[in-house]
C-alpha cells in the first residue's frame, strides 16, 4: 500500500524554526511533482511549496524567503525547512505527491495524514 507519512511539527514560538519531513513508502516507482500544503482553521486548504520532477520550486508569496523545500529522489523523501516563523503559519500541514504505483501501475495522486505546525507564545 502507497502512503506519505509526514513528520517534525509541533509547537513552536514566534521566530523560530521547524523541520517537516514526508517519506514516501510502498510499490512506488516513479514520483512526479510534490508539495507542501497547509490549511489552517476555517480556511482552504493552500498551496505552500511544490516541486516538479525535475526539481523545479514554487511558494507561496507568503512564505518566500522563510521557507525551503527539497526533494531527495533516491530516498523518495521532501523536506520543508520553516524559518522565521509566524503565528500565521499555524496549520496542519499535508505532504502531497502525484506517484507511478501498483500493479498494475497507476498514476494517482497521494495525500499524507498531516501534522500540526502550531506558533506560539
Known amino acids: 500500500q502507497v502512503q506519505l507519512v509526514e513528520s517534525g511539527g509541533g509547537l513552536v514560538q514566534p521566530g523560530g524554526s521547524l523541520r517537516l519531513s514526508c517519506a514516501a513508502s510502498?510499490?512506488?516507482?516513479?514520483?512526479?511533482?510534490m508539495g507542501w500544503y497547509r490549511q489552517a482553521p476555517g480556511k482552504q486548504r493552500e498551496l505552500v511549496a511544490g516541486?516538479?520532477?525535475?526539481?523545479?520550486?514554487n511558494y507561496a508569496d507568503s512564505v518566500k524567503g522563510r521557507f525551503t523545500a527539497s526533494r531527495d529522489n533516491t530516498k523518495n523523501t521532501m523536506t520543508l525547512q520553516m524559518n522565521s516563523l509566524k503565528p500565521g503559519d499555524t496549520a496542519v500541514y499535508y505532504c502531497?505527491?502525484?506517484?507511478?504505483?501498483?500493479?498494475?501501475?497507476?498514476?494517482?495522486?497521494?495525500w499524507g495524514q498531516g501534522t500540526q505546525v502550531t506558533v506560539s507564545a
Open positions: 502531497h505527491a502525484e506517484m507511478l504505483s501498483g500493479s498494475p501501475q497507476r498514476r494517482e495522486w497521494y
Open positions: 516541486i516538479t520532477s525535475g526539481g523545479n520550486i
Open positions: 510502498g510499490n512506488i516507482y516513479t514520483i512526479y511533482a
